[in-house]
Structures are given as C-alpha cells and as structure tokens.
C-alpha cells in the first residue's frame, strides 16, 4: 500500500484520488482520506526540499484547495440525501442510539448558534458523517449548516497538509513526517470524539 501511494503522489492523479476518498469517506468513514492528505502533503515537502525532485507533484496550495472544497462538497451531498432520506433513513437512524443522541445534540446545537459542533466533529472518526446527515434529517437550513461545513473544511485540510508538510520538513524524511503526523492526525481524532461524547451541560 505504501508503494502504491508514493507513486501516486509522483503523478497528477493524486488530485483526483483525494478528492474522491475525502468526498466518499462521509459515506464511508474507513476511507483512508486523512491519510492520503497527509501522504500527499508530506511528498510536497519533500520534493520542496534541498535537492527537489524531478516532478513537483503535489503542489501544496492546490491540494489544501481540493482537499477542504472535497469536505465541503462532501458534507453537502449527505446533508441533501437525509433531508430526502424520508422513511428509510428515518429507521436506519432510529435503530442506533448514538446516532439518535448525535442527532438531537446537533440539532439544539446549531439552534442556538452552536455550529462549532459541525467543526469540532469533522476531526472525529465517523463525526462529519453523523454531523452531514443529522444536520439534513433535523431540516436545518443550508445556510446554518454550509458556513460551519466551510469552516470545518478548511481547518481539517488545513490541519492534514499542515501536518505532513511541515512534519516532513522538520523530521527531514518523508516516511517519518507522514508516520507522526498520521499519529497526531488519529490524536486530534480521539480527542475531538471526547468533546462530542461529553454530556451537554444542564440547562439553567
């Protein structure tokens, strides 16, 4: 696997194999997209380095670009299969009490302007998915749940090439910078799924 993504990262399709994993993994949350980002962003480093290699594949600025407008577009699509999930989705939610719970946090969260939620979860494992798709069962408006989406779009891909960029750059192999900054990666993770699992404080 590891042999696969270094010569992905060596060729224009790296751009369209992010933008496809980071749009999916709302679907599909083992999607490794996370990891990809940070691969991607490591291989820029390094070939940013003191003897650059032969292809300047990935540029950094364009993979922040596809990777946070991937997330946005992403979270849009769930958002509008839920508002149109009818009966069905209805059930298949209702089935899970961490969904449930999930749903009904976000939905008075982004009642009373609490959309750092929509941010906050995007880092946790599954979290942009019960977030997209809460967000579009509870009928909130586009317009109350897409700037939060942006938001956690940007800080997400932000924080993945950041990452691997300059963990590549500081570490000084590409191997280990992509090694750290998945661990910090799966850290933020962790601790962004303790946040959102913490009880909601008693109303006064």
Known sequence: MLETLGSLTTSPWIYAVVALSVVLDVFLPVLPSGVLVITAAAAAAAAAGPVPGPEQVPDILALLVIAATSSVLGDMAAFRLARRGGARLDRAISRSRRLTLAHERLGTALARGGGALVVIARFAPAGRSVVSLGAGKTH????????????????????????????????????????????????????????IRRPAPAAA
């Open 140 to 195: 909130r408006k586009v317009m109350e749940f897409l700037p939060w989406s942006a938001l956690a779009g940007m800080a997400w891909a932000g924080y993945s090439v950041s990452l691997g960029y300059f963990g590549t750059q500081w570490l000084g192999a590409a191997w280990l910078g992509t090694a750290v900054s998945v661990i910090a990666l799966f850290a933020a993770g962790a601790l962004a799924a303790f946040v």
